[in-house]
T-cell receptor, first 110, second 117 residues
Framework: SQTIHQWPATLVQPVGSPLSLECTVE??????LYWYRQAAGRGLQLLFY??????ISSEVPQNLSASRPQDRQFILSSKKLLLSDSGFYLC?????????FGEGSWLTVV | AQTVTQSQPEMSVQEAETVTLSCTYD???????LFWYKQPPSRQMILVIR??????QNATENRFSVNFQKAAKSFSLKISDSQLGDTAMYFC??????????????FGTGTRLKVLA
C-alpha cells in the first residue's frame, strides 16, 4: 500500500533563517505531488504541484520554493523565512482521482 | 476558475443525531470529482467520501452519504448517528483532471463540526 511521510512534524525558526520540509511517498511511482499551506482558521492553499522529476508549478507568488529531486521526494524550501510563512504545511500525493495527505508540519516563525 | 464554498464555518450536533454540511461549487466543466475530507484535532487529513460527477447515484460510506445536485452545483455531506469521533474540520474539495496529466484540487474553507455528548 502507499504511504506518505513528511518531516519535521514541528519547527520553530527565527525570521530570516532557511527552511527545508521534506516529503516522501512509498508504494507508487510517478505520482502528482503537492504542497499546501493551511493558515490558522482557514482552508488549504495550494502552493506548488509537480507532475514529475524537476517539474514544479507554482500557484502563488511567495517566499517559498519547491523541488523534486527524485520521483517520490518533494521538498519545500525557503532561503529567508518571514513571519507570514508561519502555518501548517501539508504534503500530498495523487495518482488517479484522489489526493492523499501526509501528517503535516507545523512551522512557527519567531 | 473553479471555486468551492462552504457557507457554514461552525456547526454542532448532538451525539446520535444527523447533521448535514453544505458545499457549493462553481465550474463550467462536465467531468470532475468531488470529495469530503475530515481533519480531526490531530490535523491528519482523511478522505471521507468521493463522488464522480458523471454518476447520478449519491455516494455512501457507512454513516456518511452525500446529496449531489449537479445542476445546482451542490454537494452536501450527511452524517448519520453522529459520534464523538466525528468532531473535526470538514473540507469539501473539487478536482478537474487536466490534459497535462495533473490533478488540481480546490478546497473550501472548511466547516468545524462539534459533536456534543
Amino acid at each position: 500500500s502507499q504511504t506518505i511521510h513528511q518531516w519535521p512534524a514541528t519547527l520553530v525558526q527565527p525570521v530570516g533563517s532557511p527552511l527545508s520540509l521534506e516529503c516522501t511517498v512509498e508504494g507508487t511511482s510517478n505520482p502528482n505531488l503537492y504542497w499546501y499551506r493551511q493558515a490558522a482558521g482557514r482552508g488549504l492553499q495550494l502552493l506548488f504541484y509537480s507532475v514529475g522529476i524537476g517539474q514544479i508549478s507554482s500557484e502563488v507568488p511567495q517566499n517559498l520554493s519547491a523541488s523534486r529531486p527524485q520521483d517520490r521526494q518533494f521538498i519545500l524550501s525557503s532561503k529567508k523565512l518571514l513571519l507570514s510563512d508561519s502555518g501548517f504545511y501539508l504534503c500530498a500525493w495523487a495518482k488517479g482521482d484522489t489526493i492523499y495527505f501526509g501528517e503535516g508540519s507545523w512551522l512557527t516563525v519567531v | 476558475a473553479q471555486t468551492v464554498t462552504q457557507s457554514q464555518p461552525e456547526m454542532s450536533v448532538q451525539e446520535a443525531e444527523t447533521v448535514t454540511l453544505s458545499c457549493t461549487y462553481d465550474t463550467s466543466e462536465n467531468n470532475y470529482y468531488l470529495f469530503w475530507y475530515k481533519q480531526p484535532p490531530s490535523r491528519q487529513m482523511i478522505l471521507v467520501i468521493r463522488q464522480e460527477a458523471y454518476k447520478q447515484q449519491n455516494a455512501t460510506e457507512n454513516r456518511f452519504s452525500v446529496n449531489f445536485q449537479k445542476a445546482a452545483k451542490s454537494f452536501s455531506l450527511k452524517i448519520s448517528d453522529s459520534q464523538l469521533g466525528d468532531t473535526a474540520m470538514y473540507f469539501c474539495a473539487f478536482m478537474k483532471p487536466q490534459t497535462s496529466g495533473t490533478y488540481k484540487y480546490i478546497f473550501g474553507t472548511g466547516t468545524r463540526l462539534k459533536v456534543l455528548a
